[in-house]
Every structure is written in C-alpha cells, then in structure tokens.
T-cell receptor, first 114, second 113 residues
Framework: AQSVTQPDIHITVSEGASLELRCNYS??????LFWYVQSPGQGLQLLLK??????LVQGIKGFEAEFKRSQSSFNLRKPSVHWSDAAEYFC????????????FGTGTQLKVEL | EPEVTQTPSHQVTQMGQEVILRCVPI?????FYWYRQILGQKVEFLVS????????KSEIFDDQFSVERPDGSNFTLKIRSTKLEDSAMYFC???????????FGDGTRLSIL
C-alpha cells in the first residue's frame, strides 16, 4: 500500500543549528511531494513542493528539500534554525493516479532550544 | 494573500446531534477538500469535491457525512448523528487545479460530548 513515513516523532535542536527532517514514501512511481508546517492552533501552511525537474527545491522561511528517487525520500532541511521554527512539520504526498488527495505522514514535532 | 477561512473555530456538540462545518475556499480555486486530524494522530483525507460533485472519498466518509457547495463561496461538511469518535480537528483545503498545492484553513475543532 502507498504510505508516507516520518521516522522522527520529536526533534530538538539548538537555535542556529542545522536541521534535517526525514520523509520516506512507498510508491512505485514518483509522487507529488509537499512539506507543510503547523504551528499550535493554526492550519497547515505549505513550505515547499516538488512536482518534477530540479530535485532540490527551495521554499519559504529558508527551508529547502531534496528529492532522492533512489531512496524514495524527500527530506526537509534548514541551515540555521530560528526559535520561531518550533512547530509540527508534515510531509505529504499526492500519488499520481490516486486522485487529488494528500496522504500525510505522522508529523515531526520540532522543539528549538535557545 | 488569499486565505481559506473556516467557521466556527471551535464547535461543541452533544452526541447524536447534527453539525455543519463551514469553509470559504480561495475564490479562484475549483477543487475543495476536507481532512480531519484526531488528536495525536495524522491528518487524514475525507473527501474531495469538484464541479459540484464528490470526486473522491475515503472509507471514513460514510453515509454520516455529506458535503455541499450551497452558493458560489461556501463549502460545507455536514455530520449527521455525531459520535464521540468524530471529535477531531477538521481542515478545509482548496486548490486551483488537481495536484496543485492545497491551501488549508485554520481548522474547526469539533468536540462531541
């Protein structure tokens, strides 16, 4: 079955440190890939997306993600984390031929230590 | 920047009652969605809607649920005879085209007592 995995439930980093959040998917073809962020009491805000082309995509708030077909991964990175980045991050996938629905990972809760 | 707006932000309802969650999608978007997130769990797809009909629904979206676009701006999710397990955050989303990024509202927290 098609699935999305975010192996890290919680991650804590120091402000200014680099960040990488992992996302893997299980699917026979290349899906459409997204990262969303959810702050407490807020909705889901799109950080970035990958449809095709350059496998390194830039998003808002200084985030980037790299699609690696060989690893079925779409990891989110930021070179220097700010305290305001503390939130929950969701990887989401739209499987081609699966309609428009998004399949979400379980999320990674990011805590930033000052 | 255009936003998806959802009302109310919090709805408390007695079990067995009907509830209607309301959404105003972004005005030039044509595809509309409902998702839910039970506390501590992942976001789950409920239904997608295009051209005044359901285009896809999950197994969660049973006969208890219905969606409607009653006018040119609103998109509603109705839950008939609510159950305790319907307690969740419900998110509305919209997109201009299929497989384009979906823009989410801030959600309605539904609490069933």
């Amino acid at each position: 079955a098609q699935s999305v995995t975010q192996p890290d439930i919680h991650i804590t980093v120091s402000e200014g440190a680099s960040l990488e959040l992992r996302c893997n998917y299980s699917y026979g073809a290349t899906p459409y890939l997204f990262w969303y962020v959810q702050s407490p009491g807020q909705g889901l805000q799109l950080l970035l997306k990958y449809f095709s082309g350059d496998t390194l995509v830039q998003g808002i708030k200084g985030f980037e993600a790299e699609f690696k077909r060989s690893q079925s991964s779409f990891n989110l990175r930021k070179p220097s984390v700010h305290w305001s980045d503390a939130a929950e991050y969701f990887c989401a996938v739209a499987f081609t031929g699966g309609g428009n629905k998004l399949t979400f990972g379980t999320g990674t809760q990011l805590k930033v230590e000052l | 920047e255009p936003e998806v707006t959802q009302t109310p932000s919090h709805q408390v309802t007695q079990m067995g009652q009907e509830v209607i969650l309301r959404c105003v999608p972004i005005s030039n978007h044509l595809y509309f969605y409902w998702y839910r997130q039970i506390l501590g769990q992942k976001v789950e797809f409920l239904v997608s809607f295009y051209n005044n009909e359901i285009s896809e629904k999950s197994e969660i979206f049973d006969d208890q649920f219905s969606v409607e676009r009653p006018d040119g701006s609103n998109f509603t999710l109705k839950i008939r005879s609510t159950k305790l397990e319907d307690s969740a955050m419900y998110f509305c989303a919209s997109s201009p085209k299929p497989n384009q990024p979906q823009h989410f509202g801030d959600g309605t927290r539904l609490s069933i007592l």
